[in-house]
């Protein structure tokens, strides 16, 4: 295989956007600005949506009274952004440097290389670059995750000026969930989404689709035998899953509609939830 990276367009689903709960609309939303170096795309009195370009990634909803995030709850674990280079992470963590960003952890992931932090009210946030596909696979041509130190030096040496904004063309390229069972998360994302499983970790459960490493992510590393998230709590809103065709939103809809999941339809987004609560917003 050449050094192709995954081209996510091509994949049967894929993220769209991510919906967030917060309780101080402005001050989350300028971090993900400043910090991120995400922009504006729409605002109105209660919702501002963030994306790159004019494509919307993030969306921030304003609700004062929401119970505080719980971070044994069900819910989000971390939303990964995904840069088009390495050279794009690596002028993201000058910038970062520079602005004496508070980094939770920094990983070589083998098909990945990541950096983790947090908004300010704690949801959970991954800035990556993946690797070419033909890095992803062992030996038994299985996709092979670690996590290992990330050699911090030999990223910034690929380039640390130039552009600190969110590139045009990054994504949203995962988002990693908060379970409380990876047996029921599996049945979920896996038999009725129709991801298929392509990693495990002790714990969790990673989903992708069209040979992607993991679109979703599910573990119980916080979250063991979690119950339904209530209803009102600050943090994840709902995922949105784009499918690329009808025909494959029209199979997710007749596979939870066999097992007796509840769809119901929110404007143009028909939406059903996992075994804990959350909102899975399926679009085309």
Known sequence: MTDEFFNHASAPLRIGRVHLRVRDLDKVSDFYQRVIG??????????ITLGAGTAPLLELLADP???????????????????????????????????????????DHIVSEALYLADPEGNGIEIY???????????????????????????LAAGTSGQTGFPEGGIIGHVHLQVGDTGAADGFYSDILGLDIASRYPGASFFGSGGYHHHLAGNIWNSRHAGLRPAR????????????NPST?????????????????EGEETVLRDPWGTAIALTV
């Open 38 to 47: 995400l922009a504006v795309i729409d605002r109105s009195a209660r919702t």
């Open 65 to 107: 009274a929401a119970t505080p995030r719980n971070p044994r709850n069900a819910g989000l674990f971390h939303t990964a952004f995904l840069l088009p280079t390495r050279v794009d992470l690596a002028r993201w963590l000058a910038h970062a440097i520079k602005q004496g960003v508070k980094l939770q952890g920094a990983s």
């Open 129 to 155: 670059a993946d690797r070419p596909m033909s890095r992803w696979r062992d030996a038994n041509g299985q996709i092979h995750m670690a996590t290992e130190p990330l050699d911090i030096p030999d990223l």
């Open 233 to 244: 709590a600050a943090g994840l809103g709902a995922v949105e899953i784009v499918a690329r």
């Open 249 to 265: 939103r029209a199979a997710i809809l007749d596979r939870a509609e066999a097992a007796g999941i509840p769809v119901a339809k």
